[in-house]
């Protein structure tokens, strides 16, 4: 098969530096597949994890899940809190009760201390649901009691490491299984975060460094939709948690043995169709999010047959605007944690989001590409067939991190048994990366790296070592996942800008990409808007879509003038020539 890229590809879509990020979950112990991994008692000290999670720096850490409605804070008074000490012993005297759910001071600064040592910030996800409940304990039954949470707003801003936090959440699926129904009153909690947040931070001191307010959180398109019709407004950043199937069921055995695995790009389009709708300056991340729930699938989602699962999504959602971040469940716990709980040595899913992070940058610059593929190129946004069918073998591009101007290729062979030529047409010279599990095998939890075994040792990532070859023809063993960086070959969307202060033109999505069919792929679609991050990682994003809107309009209100006064002028000389 043969693969070339063309000069002028243009960007399809740009994703935060910490496209992939990952979890903390509260589930206390003896909770099946988590062992000691929750927020309370991870061991954040632990050298390995710190490693672990430095490795994929620059990164968000979103400390949430299914418990986070039901912890307490208990959080002691300080000199700027409104909180009484009535209040605070009443916090303290539940946390008593229930110590697996209940975050000390001491174990809030440990968590701070861990994300800014690695390099991450914090999404932390506040408790909504269990300070709507009445006397009896059904939920919904009242305003949002804002009182524990406005109590450890309060202490986080004067801890000195007050800016790795990036934003709140309010609440986690809250509106799941019936759980609350209350919109309005939802909103009106959103509203009153707003001002406490607002009110926290008002210093000149910390106020550049306000967090912002991510949600809904939540799940299903549906949902989103209806929450974020309500919402829009309150929120900066939308979230949603998104999983392909349930750990427990066998069919995801099947599943995830199956090119059924591959994701498209237009599954994310009817989320990104709701998150234009109703926000000002669209962005969305799935906030939570693994190929399986109720804690993933052994053998499955901590193996590297789920490593095909992973790559080939975040392949599709780096294509899917506005989404810009994808926060991986879980760092630790579960059958799907990235790093062992037990042994904190890396499952295969880590090693893919390291080298995703160490080699892909922020812009896809192509479509999906598949060598079978017979559908029509102007039907699909990004030049991507309806189903994988029985491909096996995908290829994304994107540019190279940390080069000027050169493209890569992340490049799945699914194949068990068969292994594949792929001939890069352009540039001099590549440097390849294949992952393989150990002994060739999908089910191994083990990666080798050009056959090279990776593993963290005594808080030390392993060097990650290409293959530089001036051979363009690469030899893909079956079930490998491959990074290859093209050398001496420029793309134009891949140079960095010369200056930020000219501003940047609207992206043109015109890429095309030529197979060994000479079939051309292209990836405009006419009707999505520009993305647009307002992101602090220094990244020069494209120009927000009403920008764009107004500049068109001012243009076409100009040539309707010009076209106006033309005719005034004719006008008036046809009725000196009948004089």
């Not at 992952?435 to 990650?464: A, M």
């Not at 309707?560 to 006008?571: I, M, R, T």
Request: aromatic letters at 8%.
């Amino acid at each position: 098969m043969k693969i070339s890229l063309h000069q002028n590809a243009s960007t399809i879509s740009i994703v935060r530096p910490e496209f992939i990020s990952t979890t903390l979950d509260w589930w206390p112990l003896k909770t099946e597949a988590w062992g000691n991994s929750s927020v309370i008692h991870a061991d954040l000290s632990h050298p390995n994890l710190i490693a672990a999670a430095a490795g994929l720096s620059p990164l968000f850490i979103r400390v949430g899940g299914s418990q986070a409605d039901n912890v307490i804070y208990n959080i002691m008074t300080t000199s700027n809190s409104t909180t009484t000490v009535e209040e605070a012993n009443r916090f303290a005297k539940a946390c008593d009760k229930n110590p697996q759910l209940c975050l000390t001071m001491q174990r809030w600064e440990e968590v701070l201390k861990f994300a800014h040592d690695a390099g991450a910030r914090i999404v932390f996800t506040l408790a909504y649901i269990r300070h709507t409940r009445d006397e009896s304990g059904q939920n919904d039954q009242q305003d949002w009691d804002s009182t524990n949470a406005r109590q450890l707003l309060q202490y986080t801003a004067q801890s000195k490491h007050a800016n790795t936090v990036f934003g709140f959440e309010l609440g986690n699926e809250v509106t799941h299984k019936g759980k609350v129904e209350n919109v309005t009153r939802l909103v009106n909690a959103y509203a009153e975060l707003r001002h406490i947040i607002d009110e926290t931070w008002s210093s000149n001191e910390n106020s550049q460094h306000k967090p912002k307010i991510l949600g809904p959180a939540s799940t299903g398109q549906s949902i989103t939709t209806k929450l974020l019709n309500a919402l829009g407004k309150h929120v900066d950043i939308a979230t949603y948690h998104k999983y392909h199937g349930g750990g427990k069921s066998e069919s995801l055995v099947r599943y995830a043995e199956s090119t059924s695995i591959i994701q498209h790009p237009k599954n994310f389009h009817g989320i990104s169709s709701t998150v234009n709708k109703y926000m000002d300056e669209p962005e969305v991340w799935v906030g939570e999010g693994a190929m399986a729930y109720n804690s993933g699938r052994q053998s499955i989602t901590d193996s590297f047959i789920g490593s095909f699962w992973f790559t080939n999504l975040l392949g599709a959602m780096s294509k899917s605007r506005p989404h810009t971040v994808y926060c991986r469940q879980a760092l630790v716990g579960g059958y799907y944690e990235l790093i062992s709980h037990e042994t904190m040595e890396a499952m295969p899913d880590y090693w893919i989001a390291h080298l995703w992070k160490k080699l892909v940058g922020s812009k896809a610059i192509g479509p999906i590409i598949s060598p079978r593929r017979e559908d029509s190129p102007q039907k699909y946004t990004f030049g991507c067939c309806e189903g994988p069918g029985s491909d096996t073998l995908l290829i994304h591009a994107f540019c190279a991190k940390g080069e000027s101007s050169n493209p890569m290729f992340v490049v799945t062979n699914f194949d068990k048994k068969s292994s594949f030529n792929l001939n890069i047409t352009v540039g001099t010279k590549i440097t390849k990366y294949i992952l393989t599990g150990k002994g060739g095998s999908r089910d191994s939890r083990s990666v080798v790296l050009n056959g090279k075994l990776l593993t963290i040792e005594n808080g030390r990532l392993p060097e990650i070592d290409g293959e530089h070859t001036d051979d363009l023809l690469i030899a893909l063993p079956p079930a490998s996942i491959s990074f290859v960086t093209v050398h001496g070959f420029q793309v134009d969307e891949c140079v960095p800008p010369a200056a930020a202060v000219t501003g940047i033109a609207p992206i043109v999505y015109t890429s095309s990409v030529s197979l060994e069919d000479q079939h051309q792929f292209a990836t405009s679609d006419g009707r999505d808007v520009v993305p647009y991050v307002a992101s602090e990682s220094e990244m020069n994003y494209p120009a927000p879509f009403p920008e764009v809107q107004r500049f068109v309009l001012v243009q076409m209100l100009a040539l309707a003038g010009a076209v106006f006064f033309a005719f005034l002028l004719c006008s008036r000389k046809r009725r000196r020539q009948s004089r």
